[in-house]
Structures are given as C-alpha cells and as structure tokens.
C-alpha cells in the first residue's frame, strides 16, 4: 500500500518548456488535489478533482492545467513554464471529510 | 488571499514546554479544521481535527481549541519533545469537497 505516489521528485526545466507531473494513489480516493508549497506562503491550492473525470480551479490556478481520467491518477500539467512556478507541488487525496494524505512532493526548478 | 492567518510564524520552546499556535479564518462555510505536520523533505501529515461543533478536542499530546464565535483555532502541544520539531499548518476544509485552505504554517523548535 504505496499511499499517494508522485512522479518525478526533482525536476528542472527552462522557461518556456512543458512538463507532466504524476500523481497515483492507491486508497480509491474519490478527491484528488494539487498544491503548490512557497516558503512563508503555507500550501496554496492549484486544481482539484471530486471525482473521475471532474476537474475544479482552486486559489491559483493560472498556468497549470489538470486531468483525472481514471480514479486512480490526477494530472498536472505545466505548458509554457515560468519562472514563478518554480516550487514544491504537492498531491494530495481524500475521502470526504476525513483528511487528506500527501503525496512526498516534486521539487520543480524553472531557469 | 490568504483566508486562514496563522500565528507566529517561528517558535522555539524548551524541552517539557507547551507551544501554542494560532489561527484565524474568515470563511464560515468550512466545516473542518484540521492541524498537518511537517518534516524537512517530506509531505505534511494530518495530526489532528476538528469540528466547529467542538469546543476542544485531544489526542495524545496534542489538544485543539476552537472558539467559533471568534473565528480562531489553536493547537497546543503538551509536553514537548524535540522530535515534534517541525512545521505546524493549521487548515479549514469543506466536507462537500475535502478541498483545504492552509495557513502560512508556524516552524517549531523544541530545545533538549
């Protein structure tokens, strides 16, 4: 029972690029969220999912698109990417109102 | 904008003592209050939670006071240790979503 599993751990990109991150979990979670973790800003919500094929906007979502295709996996996608987007992001899910778990997170670098 | 104000934002207690950390929410239509913790390198952890139905709640060393009226939480831990160093974010959350606001989170040092 992996929990909530993230892919990659680190990742450096130059401005401009596109990239994929990977959330999977494995708890048959019908929620699923991205975060975003800048220092003295807590965790601030970019996109989230109620449920297979739902996606909602949270508190910053420009410049991030999402997907859930199947339960199981949440999407975060990354067109043009920017310097200010360079960050821990966080996935997360959740069964209702019992708390959410964490994914370890992917340290995003964009030069 | 922030919706949840966490106080402070750094804190050192010695071994044996009792930190308190602070939070203030705006937004009434969340219905859930949790506490995560978090280690350097890793991804937070739900410590503890709470209802706004509940004026206190314990667990372990950790306790949650919740003041509706004043819109603010806290959590206390008692009996400190230096493995409770970390970074403390309080949070409120929807139960129709489970989506959550998060404070600016408060790092703790406990001394030995």
């Known amino acids: 029972n992996a929990g909530v599993t993230q892919t990659p751990k680190f990742r450096v990109l130059k401005t401009g690029q596109s990239m994929t991150l990977l959330c999977a979990q494995d708890?048959?979670?019908?929620?699923m969220y991205w975060y975003r973790q800048d220092p003295g800003m807590g965790l601030r919500l970019i996109h989230y999912?109620?449920?297979?094929?739902?996606?909602a906007k949270g508190e910053v979502p420009d410049g991030y698109n999402v997907s859930r295709l199947k339960k199981q996996n949440f999407l975060l996608g990354l067109e043009s990417a920017a310097p200010s987007q360079t960050s821990v992001y966080f996935c997360?899910?959740?069964?209702?109102?019992?708390?959410?778990?964490f994914g370890q997170g992917t340290r995003l670098t964009v030069v | 904008q922030q919706q949840v104000k966490q106080s402070p934002q750094s804190l050192i207690v010695q071994k044996g003592g009792i930190p308190i950390i602070n939070c203030a929410y705006e937004?009434?239509?969340?219905?859930?209050f949790p506490w995560y913790q978090q280690f350097p390198g890793k991804g937070p952890a739900l410590l503890i939670a709470?209802?706004?139905?509940?004026s206190e709640k314990k667990e372990g060393r950790f306790t949650i006071s919740f003041n509706k009226s004043a819109k603010q939480f806290s959590l206390h831990i008692m009996d400190s240790q230096p493995g409770d160093s970390a970074t403390y974010f309080c949070?409120?959350?929807?139960?129709?979503?489970?989506?959550?606001?998060f404070g600016q989170g408060t790092t703790l040092q406990v001394k030995p």
């Open positions: 709470i209802r706004p139905d509940v």
């Open positions: 949070a409120q959350g929807s139960g129709n979503t489970g989506k959550l606001i």
């Open positions: 708890m048959n979670h019908e929620y």
């Open positions: 997360a899910s959740s069964y209702s109102r019992t708390g959410a778990f």
């Open positions: 999912s109620v449920g297979e094929g739902t996606t």
């Open positions: 937004n009434t239509a969340f219905d859930y």
